[in-house]
């Protein structure tokens, strides 16, 4: 497939989501699951905002209040999710996990969430004004036609969206798929060539050449993959190996779930239970369900000392749970007695998907400025952004509902809904509901700040500042304004090559000049309540537009 086709095929994946949300083609239930009651809090608000935009039924935030792990964390899920369930539109649920430390201190600006980072995509609210999706939102947002494609294919369950990754598939998802009729799991890939490098790098699903799963390969050197093609779990073609790279996502029948609540109830609902001895979903839980499906016993038995050998993980859970195997073998055959058949995996191929990530600072730098790169990526993004229509102007700039004062020179710029009043230079920048008095910007971007003076050097981002004092973000800095209760508005600020997985040094202990280490500022900002948020950001902003 050539670039120009895909991109034809993505931006055509876009529109018809829209399409799909115009005619309420959507799951009935959408969700998030975290991991405090704070953020389940925080997550029903917007869900509130998401369930009118994508004319769900319902829209519920879980809080995983249990030592589930990942495996187990689907089954709670499930439990809980399963009484909301009274159509057969499917459901849909993103998991909003993890600290975000890569991406901090934008991490914290809103709740202590990053999967609540605005994006530069917008739906109409409420009242009829653009309201921004957050990154969440979006990843779901287009995650819709995938389930929808899944639904009118035959298939009655519910779609796990892992993270906040946007992932738009290079398949036409206004066709259906045979194959995928009363599948029980669903896993999304990118079926290629292996080459030593991705064998190395990434995880893989063995997938057969009608489609279906034939194993989960964690990563490994290119020669051991060769062996699994010699016990079939790859395909070969023309001497090659073929296997479809892990895309994360998962999606599961309802009747699969059922049986497999009714089998693990006890292990997912102990209160004493260790986390730690939990299975993840992969490798271990979706490895011990591809080799339980194999019928004969002695082949079964085989296959699962050669995972325990081959993996450690594999070998660690067979340790927590030596009885996993037989305990998934009755699960099976409970599904194949309500169904007659045998438990049906199969794979979806996405082709190659256009992906947006902003988990860490450099990819949120590509992420903002793709929308005026001359790219692929930044043709796409535009259509996301519903900016594709809008032809540059002579000095290569798209401006959309801008207000700019007569000493504001733009060039080779994408601004979108920004106000500057006053002075002001803007190069190939990106900014998104800016709001100054003066600005310069070169090769920067900004996402919602409201500022009288802001200076952003090459490389450098910021996001939602609020700031009556001038704010001048070096190359590559990257700043945010927090409102710490107690605190007031404090601008932190990182680097975007700050190795932020370094805790002791940098993430546990304020640094550049922080007023806070970003372990404070996370921990503060997961406490503030939503409205508490909004009002003390509000009346910032009130006294930095109040003093213009």
Known sequence: MTEH??????????????????AGETPEVIGTVSGSESAREFWQSVLDRAGETLKAREAVSFHEDLPVNQAFGILLLWQRLKPYVREDRGSLVAFVFGEGTRATPFTETDN?????????AS?????????????????????????????????DGLVVQWGDEVQIPTCDLRKTDSGLAN?????????????????????????DADGRVTAFIPRRPLAEMEQLADRGLLQRRDGKLFGGINLGSIAVSYRLLDALLAEFATDVNDTGANRQQRPDLDPQFFTALTIAVVDDPAARTAAWAAACEENRAMAALHEMMPDIL????????????????????????????????????????????????????????????????????????????????PDVEVRGSVLIGVTVSGRG????????????????????????????????????????????????????????????????????????????????????????????????????????????????????????????
């Open 425 to 548: 230079t803007i190069t190939d920048s990106v900014l998104i509901g800016t709001r100054a008095q003066e600005i310069v910007a070169d090769q920067a971007f900004d996402v919602g700040s409201t500022v009288r003076e802001l200076r952003l050097a090459a490389r450098s981002g910021t996001y939602k500042v609020v700031a009556s004092e001038p704010v001048d973000a070096g190359p590559g800095e990257r700043c945010t304004t927090l409102f710490v209760p107690g605190h007031g508005g404090q601008l932190m600020q990182v680097h975007e090559d700050t190795d932020l997985r370094d805790r002791e040094n940098c993430y546990d202990q304020p640094i550049l000049g922080n007023p806070l280490s970003f372990r404070e500022a996370h921990e503060a900002m997961g406490r503030i309540g939503v409205e508490q948020l909004a009002e003390l950001r509000q009346a910032a902003t009130d006294e930095v537009l109040a003093g213009r």
């Open 326 to 405: 037989s305990r998934l073998r009755r699960v099976i055959e409970t599904v194949a007695q309500d169904t007659g058949r045998r438990l049906n995996m199969r794979a979806m191929d996405c082709g190659e998907p256009f992906w947006g990530d902003i988990g860490q600072h450099p990819q949120i730098y590509k992420f903002y400025t793709a929308l005026r790169a001359t790219s692929a990526a930044g043709e796409i993004s535009r259509a996301i952004a519903q900016i594709a229509d809008v032809e540059p102007d002579r000095d290569g700039n798209r401006i959309v509902d801008s207000e700019l004062g």
């Open 112 to 120: 202590a969430q990053k999967p609540a980072i605005a994006t530069y």
């Open 183 to 207: 599948a029980d799991v669903v896993r999304f890939v990118s079926v290629c060539e292996m080459t030593a490098g991705q064998a190395a790098e990434k995880d893989w699903v063995g997938v």
């Open 123 to 155: 739906t109409p609210g409420a009242d009829g004004s653009q309201r921004q999706l957050s990154m969440v939102e979006l990843a779901m947002y287009y995650r819709v036609p995938v389930q929808q494609y899944l639904r009118r294919s035959g298939f």
């Open 5 to 22: 086709d895909a991109v034809k095929i993505i931006k055509g994946n876009i529109a018809f989501t829209r399409e799909l949300i115009d």
